[in-house]
């Protein structure tokens, strides 16, 4: 969906909008959209800049960090966003970002790919860490079985025999 920012004034307008889990890829192999993203969103111009504010739920299958199962999640997101032209963006050269400048982004044109806008919200909010359940047993080292599933025979007290010399120690 594009939103057009010549409809944007100076008063708050009010966008609702859905982008459909196929619309969109994350091109995260630990996470995919299940259902529509239904957002409504604010948007005002204030001279050469756009500002959005807005949340949507988007509802996720994600990998468990432990045991690499796809589990249901539901991510809300609320976002601030300001768009500024690229000539107010930064100075030449490299300089360091300010905390300030992480909700500002730059457009160029009238129009805005608010599929793109989703998926760029959605990768910031993602969760560094997701569990399957709080004690998830994760992974066997040896075999790769997954521990919340079966007991592995595999052997746990295994020594590697560089230091065997040093269980002798006591």
């Known amino acids: 969906m594009i ?6 004034g100076t008063r708050p307008s009010t966008f609702e909008f859905e982008v459909g889990p196929d619309d969109v890829s994350l091109d ?3 996470a995919t959209i299940v259902s529509p993203v ?3 969103l604010e948007a005002v111009r ?3 800049e756009i500002d959005l504010k807005g949340t949507f739920d988007a509802e996720l299958k994600v990998d468990c960090v432990r045991c690499l199962e796809r589990v249901p ?15 107010q963006f930064a100075a030449e050269g490299e300089h360091e ?4 400048e992480l909700a500002v982004d730059v457009i ?34 040896k075999c790769g079985a997954n521990l ?22 006591k």
Do not use: H, M
């Not at 999640?73 to 966003?81: A, I, K, N, R």
């Not at 599929?115 to 992974?139: A, H, M, S, Y």
């Open 108 to 141: 160029e044109g009238e129009r805005l790919d608010l599929t793109e806008f989703v998926r760029e919200q959605i990768l910031l909010n993602l969760p560094e860490q997701t569990f399957c359940q709080e004690d998830c047993k994760g992974l066997c080292q």
């Open 73 to 87: 999640y539901t991510l809300p997101v609320e976002f601030d966003v300001r768009y500024v032209p690229p000539e």
């Open 3 to 8: 939103l057009d920012l010549n409809n944007v």
């Open 38 to 40: 239904i957002s409504s």
């Open 97 to 100: 970002v300010a905390g300030t």
């Open 46 to 48: 204030s001279g050469d």
């Open 28 to 30: 995260a192999d630990n």
């Open 148 to 169: 919340n599933l079966i007991d592995c025979n595999c052997k746990e007290a295994e020594t590697d025999p560089r230091w065997a010399a040093l269980a002798d120690l």
